[in-house]
């Protein structure tokens, strides 16, 4: 399998992923993003071709604003 890195801004429901609450905030920034639950990588999906281009690995996380 081919590899390449990204460097990427995501976007996404802060609201909806954790709230007001601080545990959910450290679940999604743990666990979600920083892959504390094994190996499972996020899913790279494209609305273009209907379907997942490949995984991504979270390398680091800065400029968190929520």
Same mark, same amino acid.
């Given at each position: 399998?081919?590899?390449?890195?990204?460097?990427?801004?995501?976007?996404?429901?802060?609201?909806?992923?954790?709230?007001?609450?601080?545990?959910?905030?450290?679940?999604?920034?743990?666990?979600?993003? *920083?892959? @504390?639950? /094994?190996?499972?990588?996020?899913?790279?999906? =494209? &609305?273009? +071709? *209907?379907? @997942?281009? /490949?995984?991504?690995?979270?390398?680091?996380? =800065? &400029?968190? +604003?929520?």
């Amino acid at each position: 399998m081919a590899k390449i890195k990204l460097e990427i801004e995501l976007a996404y429901n802060a609201d909806q992923m954790y709230g007001d609450d601080p545990a959910g905030r450290i679940w999604f920034f743990e666990d979600i993003l *920083g892959g @504390a639950c /094994g190996d499972e990588d996020l899913i790279l999906h =494209s &609305n273009e +071709i *209907g379907d @997942a281009i /490949g995984t991504v690995r979270v390398l680091s996380v =800065s &400029n968190v +604003i929520s």
